[in-house]
């Protein structure tokens, strides 16, 4: 173990009598709650400046003097986790320095090591779903560092059931959270070979999920290249035990973090079933396809191996799959030509080794199958998107295509920040399910909304998002189409859905209306502002990006913000936008102001006005965007319209019930030309008529 003697001494100096200024609060103050837990709350001291004391458990960074990569990966941030020394239930948690430039390194945190007792002053917060401790920078705070222990904690035995039984979330197993577990004799599946992450299940089938956060086990790019040799166990791999940090999300799953070569061992593996293909991407009716795939057993030898398929989810057909004679770990099968047009063949492989052993690929045939089309016709936009069985992957995932379709959101409708959302242009053939698909890497080409092109790619997945990326034609066929309408559907359908939902996979890259949903959190994640906010119509939350797009729009992610700052119980006529997925939840992009119809919210909530008034619209001339307050007296159905010169209605934005109030209305008037309009407020049986100027 390192310990810096240079360090320590100067921490003790420099631990100031600031520190004094907060309670010293212990991880169980932060972390717990009732026994009877039905949800996943923010922490009891949520926001508040604490000083809190325990082991670390892991370095921030690798070797401060000779190797600063992070450990455990947090972008440009620092982290570690600390633990009670007597392993105490509700005991862990992860602490984060935000901002690691040369300004705040007088925290310290950089120099800590395992087995230390040290003591934070941080700010309680939460991300996602799991509490952390923002290390206070304002004034800077360095670590103390109390003693040090012979060696860390030992992880705590668990079992998958007392996070998932019956495949349920069990909210009792909050009180593991940030905590260093051990779990035994589980199995492997869904390995993402880009990621290093997987699945693991127990004999009664409930799961959990492993993630990269730790440089030792990841293959992206925070990966401690030199220091590891980590690829993602085969799946069906039996894991002698798995040992990590625990965190929670909204997505139905627990979450371990190994974080130190040693802490995952396996143990017997079944046959590998790699290197999957077909010679075509889709057929034409009586047109067999042949697959093929490397199967290796690294303990064994394979004995048995076969692909199942079906036609339209009709009754299995087994087909051998036949061993190469130069390379006798290559299997291939040819399935038959199928006589139908606009079928769809789905289809599995299976591996059996000499001890019994068994490989199924993809390992969940519930939620995924590899599949194609047959076709009598050139392939749509739908057909590339349809993703039948709940795991959100194209029929034709890695194979190019060619589609047409009209420009529903160009670079400039969704410029969006860094590489975590980027820009993106959707096209989209009509309206309805799969109608819709984002065209990756076209920055710096001139499309605008309402070009029908036509798009030569390949289908791959981002971050569980179709798209068609790697062009290599595009064909402008004609300008300024009319975009298909917005498909209405309710908040609450598509909130509740989790990755893969075949309800709301069909709406991804579509764009979709919300109609009178009022905003129901200005920060859907909680306190850890990401400008989303969660809005609802009266079946339920759903959330919405409004950083990603180019509106004015904001949550306040960033003070300061010009532009409309939403409120807290503000109601839209309706929200138009594209539904994106990232970060677990399908979420709702609006584009321009235009998307945003009838944002009214409340003045003098709860005071009952003496008269029904309309006021002058402000600024006035504006250009594109206005505000209008007015008052009505009585409780009912109220309507605000738009009327030019000739006395033709050009748009609604309030048609609503509201009960007595004064209100402020936004309108904007992007898809309006320049001149002079008249704005209507009616309820009841009184209306009032005012004039505005547009000026462009």
């Not at 007088?106 to 040290?118: K, N, P, S, W």
């Amino acid at each position: 173990m390192k310990f810096h003697f240079i360090a320590l001494f100067v921490l003790i100096l420099t631990f100031s009598a600031f520190s004094q200024e907060y309670p010293l609060v212990t991880i169980q103050d932060i972390q717990k709650h009732p026994d009877s837990l039905t949800a996943d709350p923010p922490s009891l001291i949520n926001g508040d400046t604490v000083r809190v004391r325990g082991v670390v458990m892991v370095s921030p960074v690798v070797n401060p003097s000779l190797d600063r990569r992070p450990i455990a990966w947090a972008g440009a941030r620092w982290v570690t986790y600390i633990q009670t020394e007597d392993g105490q239930l509700w005991g862990g948690v992860n602490i984060v320095q935000q901002d690691t430039t040369a300004a705040n390194q007088g925290t310290f945190f950089d120099l800590i090591d395992t087995a230390q007792v040290v003591e934070f002053t941080a700010v309680v917060t939460e991300f996602s779903t799991t509490t952390q401790l923002n290390i206070l920078l304002n004034p800077i705070s360095p670590v103390q560092v109390i003693s040090s222990l012979p060696k860390r904690p030992d992880p705590i035995e668990v079992t998958i059931s007392e996070f998932r039984n019956n495949n349920t979330y069990q909210y009792t197993g909050e009180k593991y959270e940030g905590m260093y577990v051990v779990i035994r004799n589980v199995i492997t599946s869904n390995r993402n070979n880009s990621t290093g992450v997987f699945t693991f299940t127990d004999a009664e089938g409930n799961t959990m999920r492993m993630t990269d956060q730790s440089g030792y086990f990841t293959k992206r790019g925070h990966r401690l290249t030199g220091l590891t040799d980590y690829d993602a166990p085969l799946d069906g791999t039996v894991l002698e035990y798995i040992r990590g940090f625990v965190q929670s999300r909204n997505d139905g799953y627990y979450y371990i973090v190994p974080m130190y070569p040693g802490d995952m061992q396996t143990g017997a593996t079944p046959p590998s079933i790699t290197n999957l293909s077909r010679t075509n991407g889709w057929v034409e009716p009586n047109t067999p396809n042949t697959i093929s795939s490397r199967i290796v057993d690294l303990d064994g030898t394979v004995i048995d191996a076969k692909v199942f398929y079906r036609i339209n989810k009709g009754s299995y057909i087994e087909v051998p799959l036949v061993r190469g004679v130069a390379d006798t770990n290559s299997f291939s099968a040819t399935i038959p030509g199928v006589n139908l047009d606009s079928a769809i063949v789905d289809y599995f492989y299976y591996a059996r080794d000499n001890e019994g052993r068994v490989s199924i690929n993809p390992i969940d045939t519930a939620r995924n199958r590899y599949a194609y089309p047959v076709l009598n016709r050139p392939l749509t936009i739908q057909d590339v998107q349809y993703s039948p069985f709940g795991s959100g992957f194209s029929n034709v995932n890695g194979y190019r295509v060619t589609v047409s379709g009209v420009v529903t959101a160009d670079t400039s409708d969704i410029p969006g920040f860094g590489s975590s959302a980027p820009q993106r242009v959707y096209i989209q053939n009509g309206t309805g399910p799969w109608s819709g698909i984002w065209i990756s890497g076209l920055q710096t080409l001139p499309l605008l909304r309402g070009d029908h092109v036509t798009v030569s790619g390949k289908v791959s997945e981002n971050f569980n998002v179709t798209r068609l990326d790697s062009l290599t034609s595009l064909i402008i066929n004609s300008t300024n189409n009319p975009l298909p309408d917005p498909v209405d559907l309710t908040t609450g359908s598509i909130g509740a859905s989790a990755d893969g939902s075949l309800f709301a996979e069909s709406y991804e890259s579509v764009l979709i209306r919300y109609n009178n949903p009022i905003i129901t959190a200005l920060s859907a994640d909680g306190t850890a502002n990401f400008g989303e906010i969660n809005i609802d119509d009266g079946t339920g939350n759903t959330r919405v990006e409004l950083q990603d797009g180019n509106n004015s729009y904001n949550n306040n992610w960033e003070p300061g913000l010009p532009g409309t700052q939403v409120e807290l119980g503000a109601v839209f006529q309706s929200l138009t936008g594209v539904l994106y997925f990232s970060f677990s939840n399908y979420k709702l992009v609006p584009r321009k102001d235009s998307d945003f119809v009838g944002y009214t919210t409340s003045i003098h909530e709860g005071v009952s006005p003496h008269q029904f008034e309309l006021s002058q619209n402000y600024p006035n001339p504006f250009n594109p965007a206005t505000s209008i307050n007015y008052s009505i007296k009585e409780a009912g159905n109220v309507k605000m319209e738009i009327y030019n010169l000739l006395g033709e209605k050009v748009k609604t934005i309030v048609d609503q019930y509201q009960e007595a109030g004064t209100f402020k209305v936004i309108f904007d008037a992007s898809e309006l030309n320049s001149g002079v309009y008249f704005y209507k407020l009616t309820s009841g049986s009184q209306n009032i008529i005012k004039k505005m100027m547009l000026v462009k």
